[in-house]
């Protein structure tokens, strides 16, 4: 029997799901789209909003998404409680949790009820795959969003730190964007990683623009001529200059930020080497950085669009690749790519 593998794409609405089995065509692969840990643990949260109970949310950090539903919670009047551990999806730093009017307790209160907070709900999990007779995976990986915490400096240039150590200490090789051990500042993931019984982890933006060289006919082309990876999530996009098996380039910046022409006009920028980190920090980006483009690569041209709001660049010179025929699994199938580069 082949060694299957759950992979996780964990996003604020939505979590897309791949039970991926090398010996299957992946067409055949079982595949689902469901709501976001985030979005489920909400849920009931508002549930208990309106039967005016008080909560304690124990667990781990997790996407950041829920605290909405913990607000409102508050400011219905309710109260809520935390363990220490629990309390990172609200804030990175726990001294900013005393003055939100949560108290902190390692142990429910009475007359509280117990809300779990985990981008992965390992019992939730198995229940699910027995009701759809599915086996439990060998194996389980998985991508999430995470500024990271960087205590003294902004999470946007501390994120964009990770991307630098990228192009100049791994040497730009995209398979290093999945980590077997993520770095500690990327708090979330490290929990993550932790709650899926140390599987390897990637940022989603990462693993999307890895999902785009799942499909052999773009890795070929990266080989031959530099070329332009982009994904445009909900909240980020990311933007990625490949050739010849190595990343030169990285532009991140906030989705909201920008429409479709002051993108594209970025990674005209971008591609020649003329975009600043100071320019897109300025503009509320992450930054950008763009080492020395090597001649044979071209102009880096061809411009390969994933991710939810892909459409922004419609009526652009862009290309738009379905990875293993659906592009909502891109960050999936990135998973799978960045695992077999190794």
Request: with cysteine; net charge negative; aromatic share 8%.
């Amino acid at each position: 029997m082949s060694q299957t593998t759950l992979c996780l794409d964990i996003g604020s609405g939505t979590q897309d799901v791949l039970l991926y089995s090398p010996d299957m065509e992946v067409e055949n692969c079982p595949k689902f789209v469901i709501p976001s840990p985030a979005l489920q643990v909400g849920k009931r949260i508002a549930t208990f909003t309106t039967h005016k109970e008080n909560i304690w949310l124990h667990g781990r950090n997790m996407g950041g998404g829920v605290t909405r539903f913990i607000r409102a919670h508050q400011k219905a009047g309710l109260k809520v409680a935390s363990s220490e551990s629990a309390a990172y999806t609200i804030a990175d730093d726990l001294t900013r949790i005393s003055g939100s009017g949560i108290q902190l307790s390692e142990t429910c209160p009475d007359g509280f009820t117990p809300v779990l907070l985990t981008d992965f709900d390992e019992q939730w999990w198995r229940n699910f795959l027995e009701a759809a007779e599915l086996p439990w995976p060998n194996s389980i990986t998985a991508c999430a969003q995470d500024h990271g915490f960087h205590p003294g400096e902004s999470n946007r240039m501390g994120r964009f730190k990770l991307w630098q150590s990228l192009l100049t200490d791994m040497g730009g090789h995209p398979e290093a964007l999945v980590y077997d051990t993520p770095p500690p500042m990327l708090t979330r993931l490290v929990d993550l990683q932790e709650d899926i019984n140390g599987g390897p982890v990637a940022d989603t933006g990462a693993a999307a623009v890895l999902g785009a060289l799942f499909v052999d006919e773009i890795e070929k082309h990266s080989q031959d001529t530099g070329i332009t990876l982009v994904n445009i999530g909900n909240s980020h996009l990311i933007a990625f200059l490949l050739y010849d098996g190595r990343i030169h380039g990285v532009y991140e910046q906030h989705t909201g930020c920008v429409d479709g022409a002051k993108l594209w006009a970025d990674l005209e920028n971008f591609r020649c080497g003329c975009l600043s980190f100071d320019q897109v920090f300025e503009e509320k980006g992450h930054g950008c950085l763009t080492l020395d483009l090597p001649p044979e690569a071209g102009n880096f041209r061809p411009t390969y669009v994933l991710g939810p709001r892909r459409s922004m660049l419609s009526g652009y010179d862009v290309s738009f690749p379905a990875p293993g025929g659906d592009m909502m699994l891109a960050g999936c199938f990135g998973l799978i790519k960045g695992l077999a580069m190794r």
